[in-house]
């Protein structure tokens, strides 16, 4: 195998990644698991909900017998009062780096999140850390005052911002007050300035699972059922124990509404069920759209079938003999 990420290219980029993209259940961790034993490479999460503790089941997140065939990493590490973003994924997989957490192994970045494997390949701008006081202050307005009325106050502020959002769009505009309010800049500084990009592109080889509609039909529908009996009813549980602000991301997570209204005897199971594999479906097309529009030729793309593993081990293959 010629020389993995055992250190940053010069300009911070990890050598010799491997990128696996695909909506949710089209097989995509199971493939990157094989890869990874193949290659004794170590597996990132690439995937906002996967990244959130608690929701183990109902995020899929890799079970325990999967975690032990390779090292996994920035799987449910956060807990789901946080509201993690594109930035502060890339931040933490800048510190696996710094550690050399990939060091001497072939890193595989998987997951279903467009925006991270973007800032992977493009680099995305640095936004400033915004401490708690903040975010908890504007979080409350935005409760308090409602969305309207936090956009007529960031009209006054940062006006070129607010005329890019929508009036009703409350996390968005909550989200330039709070960076306003932290730096003293607009978020339109700090978009406008872009990162690094993390991985060296020429050396890295991009998948995307594009499975036929109906296949992944069949699977969501499976998904669900497996979900409840592998105790996603518990885990929506213990999230509402935390009394957590529903707007949070993970709060958002698909089931967690529907199994929630199961718990406050508004809906059976089955309907709760039936909703989640609906919201699911919708989710799993989304991703494939953005997939199909947003990558470009350097992706190749899979059938998630019996063969798809041997396709990516023989592009593999040459560079690691």
């Known amino acids: 195998m010629k020389e993995t990420q055992e250190k940053t290219a010069d300009e911070g980029r990890v050598k010799d990644a491997i990128l696996i993209a ?68 890339q931040r933490d997989v800048v510190e696996l780096i710094e550690k050399k957490a990939l060091a001497g192994r072939r890193p595989i970045f998987v997951g279903g999140t467009g925006l991270y494997f973007r800032a992977l390949a493009e680099g995305i701008s640095d936004m400033p850390e915004i401490p708690s006081h903040i975010r908890e202050r504007w979080r409350h ?3 308090e005052r409602g969305a309207p009325r936090l956009h007529r106050e960031l009209m006054l502020r940062d006006s070129a911002m607010a005329m890019q959002l929508r009036p009703n769009d409350g996390q968005r505009i909550a989200r330039a007050l709070e960076v306003l309010d ?17 991985i060296d592109r020429d050396s890295a080889r991009c998948f995307v699972i594009d499975p036929d509609r109906e296949i992944l039909r069949e699977r969501i529908n499976r998904r669900f059922d497996t979900m409840i009996e592998h105790g996603a009813l518990e885990e929506v549980r213990q999230i509402l124990a935390l009394d957590l602000d529903p707007a949070l991301p993970a709060m958002k997570a698909i089931g967690v509404r529907e199994l929630q209204a199961v718990l406050d ?35 190749q793309r899979l059938l998630p079938n019996e063969t798809m593993i041997d396709v990516v081990w023989a592009a593999i293959k040459k560079e690691i003999e």
């Open 141 to 143: 307005e935005l409760v």
């Open 265 to 299: 005897g508004e809906m059976d199971t089955g309907t709760a069920m039936e909703r989640a594999t609906i919201a699911t479906r919708q989710y799993a097309k989304r991703q494939s759209t953005w997939f199909r529009n947003q990558f470009g030729a350097e992706w």
């Open 22 to 89: 695909g909506p949710t259940a089209s097989g995509k961790s199971a493939l990157a698991l094989e890869i990874a034993e193949r290659t004794g490479g170590v597996i990132v999460n690439t995937d906002s909900m996967q990244g959130y503790s608690i929701l183990d089941v109902l995020t899929a997140r890799p079970g325990s017998e999967d975690l032990a065939r390779a090292p996994h990493f920035l799987y449910g590490h956060v807990h789901p009062s946080i509201p993690y973003s594109t930035g502060a994924w």
């Open 182 to 198: 932290a730096s003293g800049r607009s978020i339109l500084t700090w978009q406008g300035q872009r990162g690094a990009p993390l």
